[in-house]
């Protein structure tokens, strides 16, 4: 491995530059690899290999660079910097579901909850790789007026989610207006998956009533 170029890894990440879906699926990797249950595990055992160059350690889970140490750490210490850097990258993905989803057609009398801020803080306390946004009513409305609640999970270790979409209230009851795969979205960039994902809902909500709502 030549460290001289890993250790650029941990530069460059500004607001403009791709997220590295290579690292970025073996950081989570590596962190399952020394934690939880695999505590005690081996370096080795774990896949886990360390590069000493220019004082500084380029550790690598199965050949792909995940972090970038220096001097003497301790397990825990490179634990906390790769979670770090997932919980960076977790935010960045963020940030661009939202921007993405900036025109999501919302029915009208809902409301779009997005704190990704919060939902990364499970990254933190428990590994959790994935965020959620939801859409639900902003009020109680008419027994005979449909009321959507969805949640749009996406994966922080690869571009992939998981929709959940339903309609309530008038004669039809609850509904799901997700049918076969629709429901399991995966694609080759976070970018194309918000939109995607988009799209997805766009089309569930056209089910609503049998006819497309969005706001004015």
């Known amino acids: 491995m030549n460290a001289q170029v890993a250790l650029l890894l941990d530069r460059g990440l ?29 370096y080795e055992r774990s896949g886990i290999t360390l590069c000493h160059a220019s004082g500084a350690v380029v550790v690598a889970h199965r050949g792909v660079p995940v972090a970038t140490m220096t ?12 979670i770090r850097w997932l919980h960076d990258q977790g935010a960045r993905i963020g940030q661009t579901l939202l921007e993405a989803w900036e025109h999501l057609p919302i029915p009208p009398g809902h409301e779009l909850v ?7 803080r499970w990254l933190l306390a428990i590994r959790s790789n994935k ?16 009321r959507v609640h969805a949640e749009l999970r996406v994966f922080l270790d690869e571009p992939r ?56």
């Not at 001097?71 to 790769?82: A, N, V």
């Not at 997005?114 to 990364?120: G, K, M, N, T, V």
């Open 114 to 120: 997005a704190d990704i801020p919060s939902e990364l």
């Open 71 to 82: 001097g003497r750490f301790s397990r825990r210490e490179l634990f906390e910097q790769m």
């Open 131 to 146: 965020v959620s946004v939801s859409v639900r009513p902003l009020r109680v409305r008419a027994a005979d007026q449909a």
């Open 14 to 42: 500004d607001a403009g530059a791709g997220i590295d879906l290579t690292r970025l699926a073996a950081t989570w990797k590596a962190v399952e690899a020394i934690s939880g249950e695999n505590l005690r595990r081996s």
């Open 161 to 216: 989610a998981i929709l959940f979409i339903d309609r309530e209230g008038g004669s039809a009851g609850r509904v799901d207006l997700l049918e076969g795969k629709e429901r399991h979205v995966r694609a080759a960039t976070y970018q194309e998956l918000a939109l995607l994902i988009a799209q997805q809902f766009a089309r569930a909500i056209q089910r609503v009533d049998g006819c497309p709502e969005r706001t004015a």
